[in-house]
């Protein structure tokens, strides 16, 4: 058993970002067994990596896998009236098999793009879970909770979000994990978020929560209890190292201290923050100097509309230097790392890095393509000028899910159809 | 002898945006002959376009084509910094053939995302020509020129830049066109800019020129003349509706209105600015309501670092969204008018769109692909969604340059040896 990859450039993304050149990578069950030169192991796959460079695989901190579904519904359109007149609506038509399909087709995108790794938080989550399952994925889940100050909501949403950790947390040989997803501090009351807390120390998972999206949202938080969201997040307890806070955009140089001081992690969404034209700029160099650890999200295929890290790399660089007028900021190996190591770090997984004993989560690049050539320096390559067209091979959990550009571990063109005939079925007035 | 793609979604791009589905698209000589249905002639390519979208294929307004050789080489950091640090004393090291192999990598890497046409200047413009004419490609090439007020100089750029129109205007089958390029208002003399009009009066041609890239340009032109580069520019005489201005980052509205009077064009190229930090963002809205032309480039290899316009397209939209914090400014047909209409209209050429009577300029898209489905809207997956992955085939001036991801015009291997050979001398101390 095994998969032994030959010959490869290796970005290790290890603490000294290491590039190795020619190297034989062993991979044994779910990990990485060792690295080296002229490895004679036997191995049942046999990979040539000649001309090749392995990457740690993407991690994509935010994301709602499902709504690829809703991919171009909504575009070039306020966020507060995209979302009333297009997606609700959209949405009360998804039967629990939609998501399904949705999801399975966010999977094979994602692979296709370099992510080995999501966290996500929609509704139908059990669905999700078996597009995880089939695709080969890594994913952490959540049931993405909202009551409104509705107590009995709240209770149903509360059930349905523990239920769904109960159930899926650890499965697919450990591939998914689960979480409490209470949506943000504007749709859920502090009851919820306190409960949803409770939780997610009773069974050791995270959370993740929509947070500073906004200025309307900060604006709305400050009139309501006179704090704005991070404040607010903090002075009801909710805060801790096992949150994961989406977009945070609209927040102040004292907030990016409490998200340091919590140990929050964050995830940076550059394209759907500007498709939605949410306005300001997540000050992603403050939360650095902070030693806050930030991360990538791209967001759902709505407000994105690809989910392809690649992508979201290159633009959260190039909007960090537009905004602050200084093209040295968020350089190219930073923003690997945000999409990398800290990811692994913000999802608690043993991986973001290609090292003995890490989990086999590793995507190869063909070097040998126009766009990625010459070969100067192979981050900059990768984060400035790489698409998924220069994916061939992906590993994910010791395993070979896409193989010169093929996926293995499901039916495409089952899923196109599927995708296809719900989509239909969905525009139907 | 002609091509005939069969069963195929065309996205015609012409005066009403019609998509027409399951079209079949004849191709004679370097002209779209017919498009209905059942077309019964015969033809020598035959193409099953089920299951593809044909797109006019992308025109790119700004390049320097060969410095895909600096790929890299000055990322992050500073503009004034980056050059005489980096791309200077590399470019004191490229000899002619250099710029060939440069340029054919740049070539190679357009035709794989879609791009047909470009628009260059830069030095040993002939080997660029030569690249041209053996990829397949269309271009409009000037000679970069320079005189920074010395007057010897300025004889010596004139005399290169009026050799290279004659010898290569209309050359290679008419793919290749010739412009004048004086580099900008702040490296340029007046007499040079002036004798650069006469020259493109003379032989009716265009201009290229950079203008208002960065604010210190604006700081020293006023500071020099009292006036803004724009207005200095219209002030001794030098614009038309036959200069292609790129840039036009730091210009006002009445800056904006010149343009719009002279019928100048302008090439919007928001990855490089945002890469190198420009500051500020183009005021393309105010350009449009104006009635200004605005085209899309990609800038060189050095500051973006890629030249797939359809990333370029998808980054032009987001940068004006989230500056002017109003989602709903540059729409996805918006953005792909400028890179294919507007484009054609800049460069002159009769392209730009999928009707007949038109050049066979144009790339297949296979819409199979978990990243385009579901196909709620091409334009929106185009422009928001799509990637170098999606694009099959590549027609340029009636010749299949590029079939299910195989180019055939060149030999790809041979370049990449090419490039990587001459990459390995420049690096050399």
Redesign the interface.
């Known amino acids: 058993m095994g998969i032994l990859i030959k010959n490869v450039d290796v970005l290790t993304q290890n603490s000294r970002r290491e590039l190795l050149r020619g190297a034989d990578v062993l991979i044994e069950g779910n990990k990485i067994e060792k690295i080296g030169n002229n490895i004679k192991e036997k191995a049942e796959f046999k990979i040539n990596g000649k001309g090749k460079l392995a990457v740690p695989g993407l991690i994509n901190t935010h994301t709602h896998t499902a709504m ?6 909504a ?5 507060w009236e ?1 979302w009333p007149e297009k997606i609700w609506p959209a949405e009360k038509k998804v039967k629990a098999e939609d998501v399904r399909w949705g999801a399975l ?2 999977c ?2 994602m692979v ?2 370099g992510t080995t790794c999501f966290l996500d938080n929609y509704f139908f989550m059990d669905e999700t879970a078996r597009a995880v399952k089939d695709s080969g994925m890594r994913a952490n889940l959540a049931y993405g909770m909202i009551d409104l100050g509705d107590s009995a909501k709240r209770k149903k949403e509360l059930k349905i979000g523990e239920k769904f950790v109960k159930d899926f947390h650890g499965k697919a040989d450990g591939r998914i994990s689960c979480s409490f997803s209470p949506h943000a501090p504007y749709t859920c009351s502090n009851e919820l978020l306190l409960k949803a807390k409770g939780l997610s120390d009773k069974y050791g998972v995270l959370m993740q929560i929509h947070v500073s999206e906004t200025r309307k949202e900060v604006f709305d938080s400050i009139k309501k209890c006179g704090k704005r969201p991070v404040e607010h997040l903090d002075s009801i307890g909710f805060l801790n190292n096992r949150v994961v806070a989406a977009h945070c955009v609209w927040v102040t140089k004292s907030e990016v201290r409490i998200l340091r001081k919590r140990g929050v992690k964050v995830s940076y969404n550059p ?1 759907s ?7 300001g ?1 997540a000050p992603i160099p403050q939360m650095l100097e902070n030693g806050v650890c930030v991360t990538f999200g791209t967001d759902g ?1 709505v407000s ?5 890290m690649l ?1 979201t790399m ?2 959260g ?3 960090q ?2 905004h ?5 900021v ?3 190996q930073q923003a690997l790392d945000f999409a990398t190591r800290n990811g692994a770090g913000a999802l608690c997984i043993n991986a973001g890095s290609i090292e003995e004993g890490k989990l086999a989560d590793i995507f190869l690049m063909d070097l ?4 990625l ?5 192979h981050v ?2 990768l984060v ?2 790489s ?3 220069n994916i061939s091979h992906s590993i994910i959990d010791g395993k070979l899910i896409m193989e010169e550009g093929k996926i293995l571990a499901v039916d ?2 089952k ?2 159809e599927g ?2 005939k ?3 079925r969905i ?1 139907e007035k």
């Open positions: 690829t579904l809703f991919r171009g519904y575009d070039d359109m306020r966020f995209a087709l966010g094979l995108e296709r793009s394209v923050n500007m498709k939605l034209a949410s306005g700029v295929a994105n509309n690809s989910l392809s992508e290159k633009v660089a190039l909007l230097k537009a602050l007028w200084d093209a040295r968020l350089n190219a040998k393509a126009p766009n050539l010459p070969a100067n320096s900059s390559n400035y000028a698409n998924p067209s495409e063109e899923v196109f995708v296809q719900v989509a239909g525009k």
